[in-house]
């Protein structure tokens, strides 16, 4: 489903959805998987700091299964069928030992780039936030010089009637984002 932009955008930014059918029965490709995560590397970053750090599970292995054991059971019931689970995390101190204070900004830039280049290569990618973040730190191991920021699921779309309730519901919205008018403060062209 495209969204209704006000004027016309990208395709892939245009059609980019965040759902929650992945198709279990459909793996990723390593080269596939190297090009979504080489994308995240190359994105922007403050003072070129790139704090983000990617803990990537295949569904199956033990990173998946410990990944997904730090979801909320609402995100568990559908990122089980993902074909890949990454949990992002970042260092919170720059080179120089000051702190840093922007690597959630940071972090987005690379899920974003990674969510764009998934998406060229019809991959699905859906965000989460819904996580238990210490539970996340336990189970991957992840170190305490880091911080869990977001986990991703990426995969193959399946069919939206294969979920049910809420989830379906969800699958079946339609796509909407506030008006430029509200979210553009000042300076917006007429």
Not at 67 to 78: A, K
Request: glycine content about 6%.
């Amino acid at each position: 489903m495209r969204a209704q932009t006000s004027t016309p955008v990208n395709e892939i930014i245009a059609t980019r959805r965040s759902p929650r059918s992945f198709n279990a029965d459909v793996t990723i490709s390593d080269s596939d998987l190297i090009a979504i995560l080489e994308a995240a590397r190359w994105a922007p970053s403050a003072f070129n700091g790139q704090p983000w750090r990617y803990f990537v599970g295949k569904r199956g292995d033990e990173v998946f299964g410990q990944i997904l054991s730090s979801l909320g059971e609402f995100n568990q019931m559908w990122a089980k069928n993902a074909s890949v689970l990454i949990l992002v995390a970042s260092t919170t101190v720059k080179g120089d030992g000051s702190v840093h204070t922007d690597y959630q900004y940071d972090c987005g830039l690379s899920v974003a780039q990674l969510t764009i280049e998934a998406h060229d290569r019809n991959l699905i990618v859906h965000q989460m936030t819904g996580f238990d973040k210490a539970k996340a730190q336990s189970a991957v191991a992840i170190g305490d010089e880091l911080v869990p920021v977001v986990v991703v699921a990426v995969g193959t779309q399946d069919l939206p009637e294969k979920l049910a309730g809420p989830l379906l519901e969800r699958e079946l919205a339609p796509r909407e984002r506030l008006p430029l008018s509200t979210i553009v403060v000042k300076g917006l062209p007429a």
